[in-house]
């Protein structure tokens, strides 16, 4: 026999196994088999007919039926009740749990239709000290929407991930997508009220108290110390710097714990600066304000229902916390400066 002749005679076998099944399946009343698992399970024909939507009656047809068809009792009456015979307690055993497994698909089904999915990426320490104490007023916006949320430093690549939008931390100018932003940074350099009283040990002067830290360096920060020291004209051969982080989170942690001064983001430190964990180095050096935090996504997104009840909590949440830090740092003697772009002394604006 040839390869394809073989092929052939098991598809036809193949086919004749299914066409047998079909067959079969057609010769049962899956109608009268539901009325059979209601009044096995719910032990009477009145309750079945209850839970069914039917009248009694109808019930009582649809199992004379059944019975006639698997030619076999499958209920005895004792004493005005039915109970199962052998052979209706077998069927009851293998329809209710087909019934069963029917049911919770049909009940997962359901839920899932009723769950609506948004996914957002957001830098991992802008996700843990900013956004988590936030997010429960979100929540209650949106109390049917199952919410994810992907703390990674890499932005999305929106053509091939699923993403409804990302919260960058930046400058802005992602060609190609709408971006709007949503919370202002407030840079300067803090330390813990312990560490500054021995920088004021060694010095009365806030250049040389800098040139006598420790600096922990932030290296995904949009204001590092290279640039900041440059720009304040502060150079010298004791500037180094012995703690370099990739997550803000650890460097203002460390700067908590006293082991020296980061020059950081007040939105990642708020908590840590109102309660005096840490304090600003000097008023001397200014807070350096400028657009940070982005809602980012392909335009085609801003039409979402999801995505506006987002941004537009995020816009008031935002708004809020920029008029609280700003506050805060005013309150602690320090002088704003608006910035947008990095510029260093003598440069002309850089737009955003």
């Not at 019930?59 to 068809?69: A, D, G, K, L, P």
Request: hydrophobic residues 40%; positive net charge; contains cysteine.
């Amino acid at each position: 026999m040839t390869a394809f002749a073989t092929r052939l005679a098991r598809n036809r076998i193949r086919h004749g196994r299914i066409s047998k099944a079909q067959d079969m399946l057609k010769d049962i009343n899956l109608n009268a088999m539901n009325h059979f698992e209601a009044v096995a399970r719910l032990g009477g024909i009145s309750k079945a007919a209850e839970e069914l939507g039917v009248s009694p009656s109808a019930v009582s047809q649809q199992i004379r039926q059944f019975e006639q068809q698997m030619g076999v009792r499958l209920f005895k009456r004792e004493k005005r009740r039915l109970s199962l015979t052998l052979d209706g307690e077998r069927l009851f055993q293998t329809t209710t749990q087909a019934f069963r497994m029917m049911r919770d698909v049909r009940s997962a089904i359901q839920r899932q239709r009723e769950t609506r999915h948004f996914i957002l990426r957001v830098s991992p320490s802008f996700a843990v000290r900013w956004l988590s104490p936030r997010l429960k007023s979100f929540l209650e916006l949106a109390p049917n929407w199952d919410m994810r949320i992907d703390a990674a430093p890499d932005f999305s690549d929106f053509e091939t991930e699923v993403v409804d939008l990302d919260l960058r931390y930046g400058e802005g100018g992602w060609t190609g997508l709408h971006q709007e932003p949503v919370v202002h940074d407030l840079v300067l350099p803090m330390c813990s009220p312990g560490y500054l009283e021995e920088l004021r040990a060694l010095s009365d002067d806030p250049i040389g108290q800098l040139r006598q830290a420790r600096l922990i360096d932030s290296v995904k920060t949009h204001y590092r110390w290279d640039f900041w020291l440059a720009r304040h004209g502060i150079m010298g051969e004791r500037m180094i710097y012995p703690m370099r982080f990739d997550r803000s989170s650890m460097a203002i942690q460390l700067a908590t714990d006293g082991a020296g001064v980061v020059l950081e983001s007040t939105t990642l430190a708020l908590n840590e600066l109102e309660r005096g964990a840490l304090v600003p180095l000097s008023t001397a050096f200014e807070a350096i304000r400028f657009p940070a935090y982005w809602l980012v996504s392909p335009a085609r997104h801003t039409s979402r229902r999801i995505v506006r009840i987002f941004s537009d909590w995020m816009r008031e949440e935002g708004a809020a916390h920029d008029a609280r830090a700003s506050a805060l740092i005013t309150g602690l003697g320090c002088r704003i400066r608006e910035q947008r772009g990095r510029q260093l002394p003598g440069e002309e604006y850089l737009p955003e």
